[in-house]
C-alpha cells in the first residue's frame, strides 16, 4: 500500500509544497508566499499537490513536515505584541550594554540592532542567585504581582525572565512564572532558564527575549495550522523544521520559536548531507538561492558544520556583532540578501548595487506583473534569455518580459549601458557577491573551498550556480532532483532531533561526576520528552553527547563530540585527549600545563533516519531539440535548450547550455559539461584544458615527481 508524506517550505518569495509516495513518486509545485497570512500559502501549496497527485488529505497517512519563516519576519519586520522583560535589579540595561564589544574598531559609524524590549517595558526584581547555584535571595511575590499589574496597564501579553546565574538553578525563574500563571495566565511567559540555560548573561537574556517576543505569533498560527489540518481530515499533528537541522512537534515548536529561526535554510542544509553521501563526497558546498536570499553551508565529512550562537536583524552591512544574539543550536552558514527579488540599483558612487532589499512576492520583480517597479535579478535573468517567459513554472506564470525589459532600459540609463550589459552585470554582480560569501564563510572556518563541489537549489540557485562555481574554483556542481524545493523535501528525509545545552561551569581535574549525572540525565529526560511527542517509540531514540571546553582563562570554547556517554567510563583523561586533540586541530598547538574547564554538556537527541527518496526517471517524450538567443557578457550566443526529463546517463551536453524544468531553469556556462547520474541528478564538470590542468592533477602530477 501506497504511503504518502507531505512537505511545506514557506519562504520569503514562493512557498513550496512537496508530497512524496513510499514508491518514490514527487509531486511538487510552488505558489507566492502570501505575508498578511502565511496559511493561505500553505493550504494553496496542500491543494496544488493532493490535487496533482489525486488524493484526499486523509491519503497523507505518513508524516506532515513544516519549514517557515513566520519567526524571521517577526523579528525583522518587528510588528509583534508588546513584550516585557524581568531582570535581576541591577542588571535592568543588559540588552543595551550588550557585550561592550565594538565588532570594528576602526569604523565610528557602526550600528547595532535596538533591542526588541525598550527599557520602559523592562522591570527588575530583588532576587539573587549566586554563581555556584545557591539562592542568596528568593522572590518576593508581592513584587511580582506589582510587576503583573504593571505589565497590565501596558498591555503587555508576553513576558521573558532572565535572572542572574538562572542558568545554574532556575529555582526563582520558576517561581516567577508560578505566579504569572496563578495571576495572569493569559500572558506567556519564558525562562532564560529553559530556553538557554548557558552562562553568559547578555547572550540569554537576548535569547530569551527573542523567544518571548515571537511566542504570541507562532503560539497562534501553529495551533491554527493544527486545526486547520484537523479539519481538513489530516491524519497527524505536523512537525516542525527546526534551525539545528532536526524535527519536532508543533506544539512543542510553538513554545519555543528561537529554535525556527534558519527553519528553511537548515532543511537545506541537512539535504546536502544527502547527496553528500549518495555521491560518496564527504566535503562539498551547500548553496540554496531563492527569491529573497542566498545561504551557504560548508559540508564536511557528510555532516554540516553547526553552531551554538547566530545571529539574526544584522542592521549594518550584515557584519556579524551588528544583530541580536541568540545562543541555541543551529547549522552554521551564511545568508546574504542575494535572490531572484533582489533590487538592482545604482549607489550614491554610481556604481552597480544588489540587495540587500528584495521585492519579495508582493510586488515581486517587475516581471511578475505584481505592480513592481524595480528591476531584480530574475528580470535580469529573463531579459538576458535565460528563462523563458512562456515557460515559468511550466506557464503556469506567465512572465511580463517587456516590462523587465523597460525596467532595464531606466537600469542601464543610470548605468551609461545598453540594457543586455546591465542585465549581464546584475548576474555577475550577484553571482560576486554569492561567492564572497562562501569564500569568506569557509576561510573564517579554517576551510579550503577551492575544489569542493557545489550542490545547487532553490528556485534560484541552478540559474546562477555555474557562475559562482567558476568564482569559487569548484570543478563541479550537482544539481540534485528537486531542485528548487530541496529544502521542503530536506525536511522529509530529516529525524526527528532535538539539541540541549546547559553550562556547568568546573575545570577538569576538579569534575563532579554525580553533579554531570545530574545535568545529563534532565536532558536526556527533555529530550525523551520531545521525542515521545513527535510520535517517536521509545526504542528509536538515540542520545548522542558532546562539551564544549577551554583553557582556564580563555574566552571561547571547543566543542567536543563524545563517542559514548561520558558517564558510563568517567573518564576525565579521554576527554583531555580529544580536546588536546581538536584544540591543536584548530589552532596549531596545545598549551602543555594549563589547566581547562568544561563549560557546557550538549545532548542530541533524536529518532530514526527517515528512508525515503524521491524518483524522477527520463522521459523521452520531452526530447525536443531546440536553442534561444542569450546574451552572456555582451553578445548575443545562441544557446541549446533542453528538458530536464529528457536527459539520459548516456548524454554528455556540453555548456553553454540552459537545462529547463518546470520549477527551475540550469544555466550552465561555456567549458562545463553535463551529465545525468544514476540518482537522477545533474553534474556539471568544468571541462580540463591541457593548457590549465585542475589542480587536482596538478596535485597528482606533483606527488609523482617526489615518488
Known amino acids: 500500500m501506497t504511503r504518502y508524506s507531505l512537505a511545506i517550505d514557506i519562504g520569503g518569495t514562493f512557498t513550496d509544497a512537496v508530497l512524496l509516495a513510499s514508491d518514490g513518486q514527487s509531486y511538487v509545485d510552488k505558489t507566492l508566499t502570501t505575508h498578511n497570512n502565511l496559511l493561505e500559502g500553505f493550504f494553496r501549496g496542500v491543494d496544488l499537490v493532493t490535487g496533482r497527485a489525486g488524493i484526499r488529505p486523509q491519503d497523507v497517512d505518513d508524516v506532515v513536515v513544516h519549514a517557515t519563516t513566520v519567526v524571521t519576519n517577526a523579528l525583522i519586520e518587528r510588528k509583534g505584541p508588546p513584550v516585557a522583560l524581568l531582570l535581576t535589579e541591577g542588571f535592568r540595561d543588559v540588552l543595551y550594554i550588550r557585550e561592550e564589544h565594538r565588532y570594528d574598531m576602526y569604523d565610528p559609524q557602526i550600528e547595532f540592532a535596538e533591542p526588541l524590549i525598550p527599557s520602559e517595558r523592562t522591570f527588575t526584581l530583588k532576587e539573587r542567585v549566586f554563581a555556584d547555584g545557591s539562592v542568596g535571595t528568593p522572590v518576593e511575590a508581592d513584587e511580582v504581582r506589582a510587576v503583573i499589574a504593571q505589565c497590565r496597564e501596558k498591555g503587555i501579553v508576553s513576558v521573558a525572565v532572565c535572572f542572574l546565574n538562572s542558568y545554574r538553578n532556575g529555582v526563582n525563574e520558576e517561581a516567577v512564572r508560578k505566579i504569572f500563571e496563578e495571576e495572569a495566565p493569559d500572558i506567556y511567559v519564558s525562562l532564560s532558564s529553559v530556553i538557554a540555560p548557558q552562562m553568559r548573561e547578555y547572550l540569554r537574556a537576548s535569547t530569551v527575549a527573542i523567544n518571548a517576543y515571537t511566542v504570541p505569533i507562532t503560539r497562534p498560527y501553529l495551533t491554527a495550522l493544527i486545526a486547520e489540518l484537523k479539519d481538513r481530515g489530516f491524519r497527524q499533528q505536523p512537525l516542525i523544521m527546526l534551525s539545528n537541522g532536526g524535527v519536532i512537534g508543533a506544539e512543542r515548536a510553538s513554545t519555543i520559536p528561537v529554535r525556527m529561526i534558519e527553519s528553511g535554510p537548515a532543511a537545506g542544509a541537512l539535504v546536502a548531507c544527502y547527496f553528500s553521501r549518495i555521491f560518496d563526497i564527504p566535503d562539498l558546498i551547500s548553496f540554496d538561492m531563492g527569491g529573497t536570499t542566498a545561504k551557504a553551508c560548508m559540508v564536511q565529512n557528510h555532516e554540516p558544520l553547526v553552531t551554538g550562537t547566530f545571529e539574526v536583524d544584522r542592521r549594518y552591512r550584515f557584519k556579524p556583532g551588528s544583530g541580536m544574539p541568540i545562543t541555541v543550536p543551529s547549522i552554521d552558514m551564511i545568508e546574504i540578501g542575494a535572490g531572484g527579488g533582489s533590487i538592482a540599483s545604482v549607489n550614491d558612487l554610481g556604481l552597480l548595487k544588489i540587495g540587500p532589499e528584495s521585492a519579495g512576492s508582493m510586488p515581486g520583480p517587475v516581471c511578475y506583473g505584481r505592480g513592481g517597479t ?77 575544489g569542493l563541489p557545489l550542490l545547487a537549489f532553490g528556485g534560484a540557485g541552478p540559474v546562477h550556480a555555474c557562475m559562482v562555481a567558476e568564482l569559487t574554483e569548484s570543478p563541479k556542481v550537482i544539481y540534485p532532483p528537486l531542485a528548487s524545493v530541496l529544502s521542503a523535501f530536506g525536511t522529509l528525509v530529516t529525524p526527528v532531533q532535538i539539541d540541549l545545552v546547559r553550562s556547568h561551569v568546573t575545570t577538569l581535574d576538579a569534575l563532579d561526576w ?11 529526560a527533555e529530550g525523551a520528552t520531545a521525542l515521545g511527542e513527535a510520535g517517536i517509540r521509545e526504542e528509536e531514540f538515540t542520545f548522542s553527547f558532546a562539551a564544549e571546553m577551554r583553557y582556564l582563562g580563555q574566552q571561547s570554547e571547543v566543542r567536543i563530540d563524545l563517542a559514548a556517554d561520558p558517564r558510563e567510563g568517567r573518564s576525565t583523561d579521554e576527554i583531555m585527549q580529544l580536546f588536546e586533540v581538536e584544540y591543536h586541530r584548530q589552532y596549531g598547538l596545545k598549551l602543555d600545563g594549563m589547566k581547562v574547564e568544561v563549560v557546557n554538556w550538549l545532548v542530541t537527541a533524536s529518532g530514526s533516519q527517515p528512508n525515503r527518496a524521491a524518483v524522477r526517471p527520463a522521459d523521452l517524450s520531452a526530447r525536443v531539440q531546440e536553442s534561444r538567443p542569450v546574451h552572456i557578457k555582451g553578445e548575443a550566443r545562441d544557446v541549446a535548450v533542453w528538458q530536464r526529463a529528457a536527459i539520459t546517463e548516456d548524454d554528455c551536453i556540453a555548456g553553454p547550455v540552459i537545462i529547463e524544468e518546470r520549477e527551475t531553469t540550469i544555466f550552465v556556462l561555456e567549458g562545463w559539461e553535463v551529465t545525468r547520474h544514476e540518482s537522477g541528478s545533474l553534474v556539471a564538470a568544468k571541462r580540463v584544458s591541457p593548457q590549465t590542468p585542475a589542480r587536482a592533477s596538478a596535485a597528482a602530477e606533483a606527488e609523482k615527481e617526489t615518488n
Do not use: K, S
Not at 531606466?410 to 542585465?423: F, I, S, V, Y
Not at 554525580?514 to 536526556?524: P, R, T, Y
Open 374 to 450: 524595480d528591476p531584480c535579478v530574475t528580470d535580469a535573468d529573463l531579459v538576458l534569455g535565460i528563462l523563458n517567459a512562456d515557460r515559468f513554472l511550466g506557464g503556469d506564470m506567465e512572465l511580463n518580459l517587456a516590462g523587465a525589459e523597460q525596467a532595464f532600459d531606466e537600469l542601464g540609463r543610470a548605468l551609461n549601458l545598453p540594457r543586455n550589459q546591465a542585465a549581464w552585470g546584475v548576474f555577475e554582480v550577484v553571482c560576486e557577491q554569492m561567492a564572497a560569501a562562501t569564500r569568506t564563510h569557509a576561510t573564517e572556518r579554517g576551510i579550503d573551498y577551492r
Open 514 to 524: 554525580d553533579a554531570v549525572d545530574g545535568v545529563l540525565g534532565a536532558m536526556i
